[in-house]
Protein backbone atom coordinates (compact mmCIF):
# COMPACT_ATOMS: atom_id res chain seq x y z
CA UNK A 1 0.00 0.00 0.00
CA UNK A 2 0.89 3.60 -0.57
CA UNK A 3 -0.83 5.53 1.24
CA UNK A 4 -0.69 6.54 5.23
CA UNK A 5 -2.55 3.90 7.10
CA UNK A 6 -4.28 3.50 10.77
CA UNK A 7 -5.27 0.63 13.03
CA UNK A 8 -7.85 0.58 14.59
CA UNK A 9 -10.14 2.24 11.83
CA UNK A 10 -12.48 2.44 15.22
CA UNK A 11 -12.19 2.14 19.07
CA UNK A 12 -14.55 2.55 21.71
CA UNK A 13 -13.32 2.48 25.15
CA UNK A 14 -14.75 3.33 28.78
CA UNK A 15 -13.71 6.40 30.18
CA UNK A 16 -10.54 5.92 32.43
CA UNK A 17 -9.24 3.33 29.95
CA UNK A 18 -5.74 3.68 28.21
CA UNK A 19 -5.74 3.48 24.61
CA UNK A 20 -3.13 3.15 21.66
CA UNK A 21 -3.98 4.66 18.03
CA UNK A 22 -1.02 3.36 15.35
CA UNK A 23 -0.16 5.24 12.45
CA UNK A 24 1.73 4.03 9.35
CA UNK A 25 3.33 6.18 7.28
CA UNK A 26 4.22 6.57 3.59
CA UNK A 27 7.59 4.73 3.21
CA UNK A 28 10.50 6.86 3.12
CA UNK A 29 8.72 9.91 4.78
CA UNK A 30 10.54 11.35 6.97
CA UNK A 31 8.18 13.96 9.01
CA UNK A 32 5.11 12.71 10.53
CA UNK A 33 1.83 14.37 12.01
CA UNK A 34 -1.12 13.54 14.22
CA UNK A 35 -4.31 15.68 14.14
CA UNK A 36 -7.62 15.35 15.95
CA UNK A 37 -10.95 16.25 14.22
CA UNK A 38 -14.02 16.90 16.15
CA UNK A 39 -17.43 16.58 14.27
CA UNK A 40 -18.34 19.78 12.31
CA UNK A 41 -14.63 21.03 13.12
CA UNK A 42 -11.49 20.82 10.75
CA UNK A 43 -8.53 19.06 11.96
CA UNK A 44 -6.58 20.66 15.09
CA UNK A 45 -2.90 19.75 15.19
CA UNK A 46 -1.72 17.81 18.03
CA UNK A 47 2.19 16.73 17.28
CA UNK A 48 4.61 16.53 14.87
CA UNK A 49 8.20 14.23 14.45
CA UNK A 50 11.10 14.91 12.37
CA UNK A 51 12.52 11.35 12.41
CA UNK A 52 12.16 9.99 15.96
CA UNK A 53 11.83 13.01 17.67
CA UNK A 54 8.85 15.34 18.49
CA UNK A 55 9.72 18.54 16.56
CA UNK A 56 6.94 20.33 17.64
CA UNK A 57 4.08 19.03 21.01
CA UNK A 58 2.24 22.21 20.90
CA UNK A 59 -0.92 20.61 20.04
CA UNK A 60 -1.44 17.73 22.82
CA UNK A 61 -3.64 19.78 24.97
CA UNK A 62 -2.74 18.16 28.04
CA UNK A 63 -0.44 15.10 29.68
CA UNK A 64 -2.76 12.39 29.34
CA UNK A 65 -1.39 12.57 25.45
CA UNK A 66 1.86 10.96 24.54
CA UNK A 67 3.03 9.84 20.86
CA UNK A 68 6.39 8.14 20.12
CA UNK A 69 8.34 7.16 17.16
CA UNK A 70 10.91 4.76 18.15
CA UNK A 71 12.66 4.08 14.46
CA UNK A 72 11.26 6.81 13.01
CA UNK A 73 8.35 5.11 10.81
CA UNK A 74 5.56 3.95 12.74
CA UNK A 75 3.92 6.03 15.47
CA UNK A 76 1.88 5.25 18.11
CA UNK A 77 -0.47 7.65 19.64
CA UNK A 78 -1.52 6.97 23.68
CA UNK A 79 -3.74 8.26 25.49
CA UNK A 80 -4.49 7.76 29.18
CA UNK A 81 -6.96 8.15 31.39
CA UNK A 82 -9.57 8.35 28.39
CA UNK A 83 -12.30 11.04 28.97
CA UNK A 84 -15.23 11.89 26.94
CA UNK A 85 -14.36 14.49 25.42
CA UNK A 86 -11.57 12.61 23.78
CA UNK A 87 -13.90 11.17 21.74
CA UNK A 88 -12.63 12.51 17.80
CA UNK A 89 -10.95 11.41 14.84
CA UNK A 90 -7.51 11.25 15.13
CA UNK A 91 -5.62 11.90 11.73
CA UNK A 92 -2.36 11.10 10.81
CA UNK A 93 -0.54 12.32 7.94
CA UNK A 94 3.30 12.46 6.46
CA UNK A 95 5.62 14.42 4.18
CA UNK A 96 8.64 13.79 2.61
CA UNK A 97 11.46 17.02 3.05
CA UNK A 98 11.46 19.37 0.49
CA UNK A 99 14.19 20.12 -1.42
CA UNK A 100 16.03 23.06 -0.20
CA UNK A 101 19.14 24.33 0.97
CA UNK A 102 19.33 26.08 4.74
CA UNK A 103 19.57 24.99 8.06
CA UNK A 104 15.65 25.03 8.12
CA UNK A 105 13.70 21.76 7.53
CA UNK A 106 11.25 22.00 4.60
CA UNK A 107 8.54 20.24 3.60
CA UNK A 108 6.14 19.14 0.75
CA UNK A 109 2.59 18.61 1.41
CA UNK A 110 0.85 16.36 3.82
CA UNK A 111 -0.63 13.04 2.57
CA UNK A 112 -3.62 12.17 5.00
CA UNK A 113 -4.64 8.78 6.78
CA UNK A 114 -8.08 7.28 7.31
CA UNK A 115 -8.18 8.15 11.02
CA UNK A 116 -9.11 5.93 13.83
CA UNK A 117 -12.70 7.17 15.05
CA UNK A 118 -12.35 7.32 19.03
CA UNK A 119 -15.58 7.00 21.24
CA UNK A 120 -14.86 7.14 24.71
CA UNK A 121 -18.24 6.07 26.62
CA UNK B 1 -6.13 34.74 17.87
CA UNK B 2 -4.17 33.64 14.81
CA UNK B 3 -6.68 31.21 12.80
CA UNK B 4 -8.00 30.29 9.28
CA UNK B 5 -11.74 31.29 8.56
CA UNK B 6 -13.82 29.43 6.20
CA UNK B 7 -17.07 31.90 6.06
CA UNK B 8 -19.51 29.32 4.61
CA UNK B 9 -20.25 26.07 6.73
CA UNK B 10 -22.57 25.01 3.75
CA UNK B 11 -23.42 25.81 0.47
CA UNK B 12 -26.01 23.92 -1.87
CA UNK B 13 -25.36 24.48 -5.61
CA UNK B 14 -27.30 22.22 -8.94
CA UNK B 15 -24.97 21.13 -11.03
CA UNK B 16 -23.32 23.45 -13.43
CA UNK B 17 -23.58 26.48 -11.36
CA UNK B 18 -19.93 28.22 -10.27
CA UNK B 19 -18.20 27.95 -7.25
CA UNK B 20 -16.29 29.69 -4.94
CA UNK B 21 -15.35 29.16 -1.74
CA UNK B 22 -13.78 31.31 0.32
CA UNK B 23 -10.43 31.53 2.64
CA UNK B 24 -9.12 34.14 5.03
CA UNK B 25 -6.03 33.81 7.22
CA UNK B 26 -4.79 36.35 9.96
CA UNK B 27 -0.92 35.01 9.88
CA UNK B 28 1.84 37.89 8.80
CA UNK B 29 5.08 36.33 6.79
CA UNK B 30 5.73 33.81 3.85
CA UNK B 31 2.56 31.28 4.24
CA UNK B 32 2.25 28.18 2.23
CA UNK B 33 -1.51 27.81 1.23
CA UNK B 34 -3.47 24.33 0.79
CA UNK B 35 -6.62 23.36 0.24
CA UNK B 36 -7.83 19.66 0.94
CA UNK B 37 -11.44 17.47 -0.03
CA UNK B 38 -13.10 14.92 1.82
CA UNK B 39 -15.28 13.05 -0.20
CA UNK B 40 -18.13 11.10 1.42
CA UNK B 41 -16.90 8.19 3.67
CA UNK B 42 -12.85 8.88 2.56
CA UNK B 43 -10.18 10.42 3.98
CA UNK B 44 -8.48 14.14 3.20
CA UNK B 45 -7.22 14.11 -0.36
CA UNK B 46 -5.07 17.47 -1.61
CA UNK B 47 -6.63 19.27 -3.99
CA UNK B 48 -4.38 22.20 -4.57
CA UNK B 49 -1.20 23.89 -3.35
CA UNK B 50 0.50 27.30 -3.22
CA UNK B 51 4.05 27.66 -2.12
CA UNK B 52 5.23 30.46 -4.09
CA UNK B 53 5.44 31.93 -7.62
CA UNK B 54 2.17 32.21 -9.73
CA UNK B 55 -0.90 33.34 -7.01
CA UNK B 56 -3.52 31.16 -9.46
CA UNK B 57 -2.95 27.82 -8.79
CA UNK B 58 -4.52 25.09 -10.53
CA UNK B 59 -5.40 22.07 -8.83
CA UNK B 60 -7.05 18.57 -9.83
CA UNK B 61 -10.31 18.10 -10.88
CA UNK B 62 -10.85 21.92 -12.48
CA UNK B 63 -10.61 23.38 -9.13
CA UNK B 64 -8.49 26.04 -8.77
CA UNK B 65 -7.39 28.88 -6.03
CA UNK B 66 -5.89 32.08 -6.29
CA UNK B 67 -3.84 33.47 -3.34
CA UNK B 68 -4.37 37.32 -2.61
CA UNK B 69 -1.75 38.36 -0.67
CA UNK B 70 -3.02 42.01 0.57
CA UNK B 71 -6.51 40.36 1.53
CA UNK B 72 -5.38 37.09 3.05
CA UNK B 73 -7.14 35.08 1.19
CA UNK B 74 -6.97 31.92 -0.79
CA UNK B 75 -10.48 31.56 -2.54
CA UNK B 76 -11.38 28.62 -4.10
CA UNK B 77 -12.76 28.40 -7.48
CA UNK B 78 -14.61 25.67 -10.17
CA UNK B 79 -16.61 27.22 -13.00
CA UNK B 80 -18.73 24.03 -13.21
CA UNK B 81 -19.66 21.71 -10.55
CA UNK B 82 -20.28 18.07 -10.73
CA UNK B 83 -22.25 16.15 -8.67
CA UNK B 84 -19.26 14.37 -7.96
CA UNK B 85 -17.93 17.43 -6.15
CA UNK B 86 -19.86 17.07 -3.42
CA UNK B 87 -17.76 16.61 -0.59
CA UNK B 88 -16.42 18.72 2.60
CA UNK B 89 -13.42 21.26 1.57
CA UNK B 90 -10.71 22.23 3.81
CA UNK B 91 -8.62 25.36 3.63
CA UNK B 92 -5.03 25.06 5.68
CA UNK B 93 -2.30 26.94 6.15
CA UNK B 94 1.37 26.48 7.17
CA UNK B 95 3.90 28.90 8.46
CA UNK B 96 7.38 27.47 7.60
CA UNK B 97 9.13 29.64 9.98
CA UNK B 98 7.15 28.30 12.43
CA UNK B 99 7.02 24.75 12.51
CA UNK B 100 5.49 22.12 9.63
CA UNK B 101 1.78 21.97 11.24
CA UNK B 102 -1.04 22.68 9.19
CA UNK B 103 -3.85 25.11 10.49
CA UNK B 104 -7.32 24.24 9.05
CA UNK B 105 -10.31 26.47 8.38
CA UNK B 106 -13.99 24.78 9.83
CA UNK B 107 -14.55 23.41 6.44
CA UNK B 108 -17.02 23.73 3.95
CA UNK B 109 -19.93 21.50 2.66
CA UNK B 110 -20.75 21.44 -0.33
CA UNK B 111 -23.92 19.33 -1.88
CA UNK B 112 -24.31 19.71 -5.39
CA UNK B 113 -27.88 18.93 -6.43
CA UNK B 114 -28.05 16.54 -9.42
Known amino acids: GAGVSQTPSNKVTEKGKYVELRCDPI?????LYWYRQSLGQGPEFLIY????????DSGLPNDRFFAVRPEGSVSTLKIQRTERGDSAVYLC???????????????????FGPGTRLTVL | AQSVSQHNHHVILSEAASLELGCNYS??????LFWYVQYPGQHLQLLLK??????LVKGIKGFEAEFIKSKFSFNLRKPSVQWSDTAEYFCAVKRPNAGNMLTFGGGTRLMVKP
Open chain 1, 49 to 56: FQGTGAAD
Open chain 1, 93 to 111: ASSSRAKTSGPISSYNEQF
Open chain 1, 27 to 31: SGHTA
Open chain 2, 50 to 55: YFSGDP
Open chain 2, 27 to 32: YGGTVN
